[in-house]
């Protein structure tokens, strides 16, 4: 299904349409192909980054200008908490009033060959972009949302939308082995949920697993993103507000799958059916997390 056609048959259920999303590091590679798919789900998009073109170099396609309600770009250092209030304040202003959906994509590596060749200074940089960067980003995004109602999931809600915050939210029950649907949701008469919001963190398999090529500061920075993310997504799903991560291995068309085999190269695992997905996980009614797919699984894949 080509990225047109999939913008016209998306269901209503997983339609962004009126919320408005910030996405960093949006100039190439997954920053770029969220903000595309963000857009062409509906959302207001601003697009953050170093880079003086944060849709890449080239211009975007015309066919995606058509599914842009609202967007922009806004120059942004990730490290900075001046720069990252700024681009969160100007999402706001410029979409409706909220910030939705916070994709946190900038991040560097190096590849040091061992330990024994990294340099402090590289250390510093990785954590300074790839973990300090999140941490603001998600602080600053926490502090809006928790200021905003949560609205309803399209997907819950088929009528009586005017019912929905006049409902008090469920108590909540932090007993071991309470069902998720049941911490701090809002719900409405017919038993709809809400999200005050959306933070995706863009980690790396390399944060969960070693044995790639050899980065200790990278796989640490990565490693700190992942369980960062755990304990926000347990502190503030009482509030309605959804965290998680993904970890995404090489992407195809830039200098990462240099460093992979063949072999593994050649398993077309970088098909348009994988992006598809990965907009799935970014609308709000995606209810289930899905456990991480094997070699062998991918083999199944289809060609593009």
């Given at each position: 299904m080509s990225f047109a056609s999939f913008a016209k048959a998306l269901p209503p259920s997983l339609s962004l349409a009126g919320r408005t999303a910030l996405i960093t590091g949006s100039s190439s590679g997954i920053g770029r192909q969220t903000a595309l798919h963000l857009a062409r789900a509906g959302a207001s998009v601003l697009c953050?980054?170093?880079?003086?073109?944060?849709?890449?170099?080239?211009?975007?396609?015309?066919?995606?200008?058509?599914?842009?309600?609202?967007?922009?770009?806004?120059?942004?250092?990730?490290?900075?908490?001046?720069?990252?209030?700024?681009?969160?304040?100007?999402?706001?202003s410029f979409g409706n009033g909220r910030l939705d959906i916070l994709v946190n994509n900038a991040g560097v590596t190096a590849f040091s060959g061992g330990i024994e060749h990294e340099s402090i200074e590289t250390l510093d940089k990785l954590m300074q972009i790839n973990i300090k960067g999140v941490w603001l980003g998600t602080k600053l995004a926490v502090q809006q949302m928790l200021t905003q109602e949560p609205l309803a999931f399209p997907a819950d809600l088929e009528e009586d939308l005017d019912?929905?915050?006049?409902?008090?939210?469920?108590?909540?029950?932090?007993?071991?082995?309470?069902?998720?649907s049941n911490v701090g949701r809002r719900h409405n008469d017919k038993g709809a949920r809400g999200s005050r919001g959306t933070i995706i963190q863009i980690a790396s398999i390399h944060g969960l697993i070693g044995g790639g090529p050899s980065e200790p500061a990278y796989c640490a920075s990565k490693g700190a993103v992942v369980n960062l993310t755990r304990q926000i997504a347990c502190d503030y799903a009482p509030h309605s507000i959804n965290v998680n991560a993904i970890a995404?291995?090489?992407?195809?068309?830039?200098?990462?799958?240099?460093?992979?085999?063949?072999?593994?190269?050649?398993?077309?695992?970088?098909?348009?059916t994988i992006f598809n997905a990965r907009t799935i996980v970014y609308t709000e009614t995606a209810k289930h997390i899905f456990p991480p797919t094997n070699r062998s699984e991918l083999r199944d894949v289809p060609p593009a």
């Open positions: 953050t980054d170093l880079q003086p073109e944060p849709l890449g170099t080239q211009k975007a396609p015309s066919e995606v200008s058509r599914h842009v309600p609202t967007h922009d770009r806004q120059f942004l250092n990730v490290t900075s908490e001046a720069d990252f209030k700024t681009a969160i304040d100007k999402s706001v019912s929905f915050n006049d409902v008090p939210p469920p108590a909540y029950n932090a007993q071991p082995g309470s069902p998720i995404p291995g090489y992407l195809a068309g830039t200098a990462m799958v240099a460093d992979i085999s063949p072999e593994i190269a050649a398993l077309s695992l970088f098909n348009e």
